[in-house]
């Protein structure tokens, strides 16, 4: 985000790095190469409400 990599910090510091950004954000995502993980879209139209008071 803006530069700051947010890899290995916990969600509580993450969430404080996204509560002190601008109005203008890069937000840069990315899975490993050897993630065994399923892919899991989220569908934020579904929960608009929710999404917009996060």
């Known amino acids: 985000v803006n530069g700051y990599r947010l890899l290995g910090i916990n969600h509580k510091e993450v969430v404080t790095v ?6 203008h954000v890069r ?6 190469k ?4 399923a892919l899991c879209p989220i569908d934020t139209a579904q929960h608009q409400a929710a999404f917009q008071t996060r």
């Open 34 to 37: 050897s993630s065994q993980d």
């Open 27 to 32: 937000l840069v995502c990315c899975r490993s």
């Open 18 to 23: 996204l509560k002190e950004v601008p109005i």
